[in-house]
């Protein structure tokens, strides 16, 4: 799946001169779009390359983000860089975004008390 809107910002935040500005950008984003807040939106190649994050140090991040991404219940908070970044990891690595459905979906089902 891929979210038009995600991939135009990603595509700001590659250049570097414009990182600032898509960092908040982007992170508004993921907070409005509920297919980017759930780490379903796949990316290009050429923005594969700008990716910083290892898969342990994105991992290291879910708690983070899923709390960033439900702000109705924000119990921690992110910064824009680091959603970003996850936002970008999560758009091309398919272990890490597997893994973050997951505890999206476990997430879930906890607080439905399910």
């Known amino acids: 799946m891929r979210c038009e809107e995600l991939y135009h910002l990603l595509n700001i935040y590659w250049r ?3 990182q600032d500005v898509a960092f908040g950008l982007i992170a508004t984003h993921i ?3 509920p297919t980017c807040a759930r780490g379903l939106t796949q990316i290009g190649r050429a923005l594969i390359a ?8 994105c991992r290291a991040r879910f708690p ?3 709390e960033a ?9 992110m910064s824009e860089s680091a959603m970003a970044e996850v936002a970008l990891h ?4 398919r272990a890490c975004r597997e893994q973050y459905q997951e505890l999206s979906l476990l997430s879930t089902l906890e607080e439905e008390d399910i």
Do not use: I, M, N, V
């Open 90 to 93: 999560l758009g091309h690595c």
């Open 64 to 66: 983070a983000y899923y």
């Open 69 to 77: 991404t439900h702000p109705e219940f924000p119990l921690a908070s």
């Open 16 to 18: 570097q001169e414009d």
């Open 31 to 33: 907070h409005s779009c």
């Open 50 to 57: 700008s990716d910083t994050l290892t898969c342990k140090q």
